[in-house]
């Protein structure tokens, strides 16, 4: 009789792990609370952000060309980036008590204008802003007073990296 090593039979391959995804809360978000200032004061908003979508509000010209037979064309000819975020109303939160202070919450035009900063790894986003809707939604009396607010870009943002 034949001696056989069933041990390769019975272990198979080690299969490779899934790639990972990107986990949102790697990407940090901080605002300028001096934006008359000099130079910038980065305060983080992750201690109020539940969420955060992003949205490039794009400009698109549909056009329908003669040789096409009716068929139209559309080109992207602008856009503005736009953030929209929501979490929790925290009164002592630097990023919250600036975005819900009098003077910004009631103010208008240059009231409104400040800077943010998107970080990601290396990764920096950097551009004027306008804050806007910036809805506090009170609501049932047993729940968090959540706090929502669409940030418009200002301009094309700066791309770079940090080191």
């Known amino acids: ?10 272990e198979p391959n080690l299969p ?18 001096t934006p008359s200032a000099e130079s910038p004061t980065w305060v983080t ?4 952000m539940t969420n955060m979508s992003q949205s490039l509000n794009e400009v698109i010209q549909q056009l329908s060309y003669y040789a096409d037979k009716g068929w139209g ?14 979490g929790s109303v925290k009164p002592g939160d630097k990023a919250c008590d600036y975005i819900l202070g009098d ?6 035009g240059e009231k409104r204008k ?15 802003i306008t804050l806007a809707n910036i809805t506090p939604s009170y609501g049932d ?3 968090i007073n959540s706090l929502t607010v669409t940030i418009h870009g200002n301009g094309r943002p700066e791309i770079g990296t940090v080191e």
């Open 1 to 10: 009789m034949k001696k056989m090593d069933l041990q390769i039979f019975a």
């Open 16 to 33: 490779k792990n899934p790639i990972t995804p990107e986990i949102n809360y790697e990407t940090e978000a901080f605002i300028n609370t």
């Open 45 to 48: 908003m992750a201690n109020l």
């Open 73 to 86: 064309s559309s080109e992207v000819t602008g856009a503005q980036l736009t953030l929209t975020l929501t």
């Open 103 to 108: 003077e910004v919450m009631y103010g208008l």
């Open 114 to 128: 400040t800077h943010m900063k998107l970080q990601k790894g290396n990764k920096v986003i950097l551009w004027p």
């Open 141 to 143: 009396a047993n729940n």
